[in-house]
């Protein structure tokens, strides 16, 4: 220890230290770095490697995606990690264990997270994420293959037809210590088209904005359901975060295809220790991608439960102009060259919205609201349909859901 520098005795510090956080994996990277890159002992270097390893182990999921369920996680990571990997290549050192394939799943996890834009989904504290870090990260990508369309242990669920890419929340909060910046989206999804985003939550504002973040973490900031204007998790301050403290326990998402459509079938439990309900959410996405028609339904999961209001929101893109059909029955969305009407079943109202991840910051735009009537067993169907910018050219085809 005599030999070391005050920052790596720090590090080493924070990582003897039993309280498991993100910020051991950063401790461990650049007591790895320091170990390999600097004039250290081998000893040190040995001992760093092996603690690396060890949170890559701890924090990095089978599938690629963090333990915290933020994508901008693993891109923070790999600005470190890729660096690194070459590090230990270029002095001939052992790399720890988990390195080389935590890299690949992390890559492929944003892969999946990917819109058509180049921009990543805004689950669970994303923010706005400049491109050229991503682009820089995803240069190291040597696969051919199109992304991942399952991330069943970070929770997250594709789908992708034509132009069409629609990606979901599909897991529960991540453990209380690794929540400080998780969201309350429970099978929140967002929709684009191309280049063109067109349903979308709220994102994260910079850490700085302390009132706007936690605004944007209640449910009503996500492009979900929403029981009695409650959020479908319990956050309270914890250790000096507010970290998710109930939540989710079941999720369920299951995958299938019909002979024209890619399903999603999806439930959460977030409601139930309340309310004694169960949301669940079909997603359908048919094979040209032309069509996106989803159901929303709350059930009862206990007897007795009793009948709720509940409302749908379904944030736009800033970028997205919208206009009302005729008689409330839904609304015209354009966003660049593409057009797509919304239906639902219910009455649609256009009321103002915040989209907290923009570059310049915080900026206005607009949800979809559809109000549920209470009733017991109630749903509701909607739907998105690509159109021309007169919105006369809609598809007349069967929900197959």
Request: glycine residues 8%; charged residues 25%; hydrophobic residues 40%.
């Amino acid at each position: 220890m005599e030999a070391l520098g005050g920052d790596a005795r720090r590090l080493l510090r924070a990582l003897a230290a039993p309280r498991p956080s993100s910020d051991r994996l950063l401790c461990a990277t650049a007591l790895a770095a320091f170990g390999v890159c600097a004039d250290a002992s081998r000893k040190l270097e040995a001992r760093a490697t092996d603690l690396l390893d060890a949170e890559l182990a701890r924090q990095i999921l089978e599938d690629g995606g963090h333990v915290c369920r933020n994508p901008e996680a693993p891109l923070e990571l790999l600005l470190d990690l890729l660096p690194l990997r070459q590090a230990y290549s270029a002095r001939g050192r052992r790399p720890p264990e988990r390195l080389p394939a935590s890299i690949s799943r992390m890559i492929a996890f944003l892969r999946m997270m990917q819109h058509g834009d180049g921009s990543l989904a805004l689950f669970n504290g994303m923010g706005c994420a400049p491109p050229d870090r991503l682009a820089t990260i995803l240069a190291h990508d040597a696969s051919s293959r199109p992304p991942p369309l399952d991330a069943p242990q970070s929770g997250y669920r594709r789908l992708e037809a034509g132009e069409a890419v629609v990606i979901v929340d599909a897991g529960p909060p991540p453990p209380p210590a690794f929540s400080g910046a998780a969201h309350a989206g429970c099978l929140s999804f967002e929709y684009s088209v191309g280049a063109e985003r067109i349903v979308v939550n709220c994102g994260a504002p910079p850490a700085s904005a302390d009132a706007s973040r936690r605004a944007a973490r209640v449910t009503a900031a996500h492009s979900t359901l929403i029981v009695e204007d409650r959020s479908c998790c319990r956050i309270r301050e914890r250790g000096g975060e507010e970290r998710i403290v109930a939540g989710p326990r079941e999720v369920r998402a299951a995958r299938r295809a019909t002979g024209s459509s890619r399903v999603l079938e999806l439930a959460h439990d977030g409601y139930a220790a309340e309310f004694g309900l169960t949301h669940e959410r079909v997603v359908s996405l048919t094979h040209d991608g032309a069509q996106l028609f989803g159901e929303d339904r709350i059930v009862a999961a206990r007897a007795g439960a009793a009948a709720r209001a509940f409302v749908l929101r379904f944030h736009l893109h800033p970028k997205a102009r919208v206009a009302p059909l005729a008689e409330g029955r839904g609304a015209l969305i354009s966003c660049g060259s593409v057009h797509v009407a919304f239906e639902a079943d219910a009455r649609v109202a256009i009321e103002d919205s915040v989209f907290f991840a923009g570059a310049g910051g915080a900026r206005k735009c607009a949800q979809l609201v559809v109000e549920g009537s209470g009733r017991e067993d109630s749903r509701l169907r909607w739907s998105f349909t690509r159109v021309d910018e007169r919105g006369e050219e809609l598809v007349s085809a069967p929900r197959d859901i």
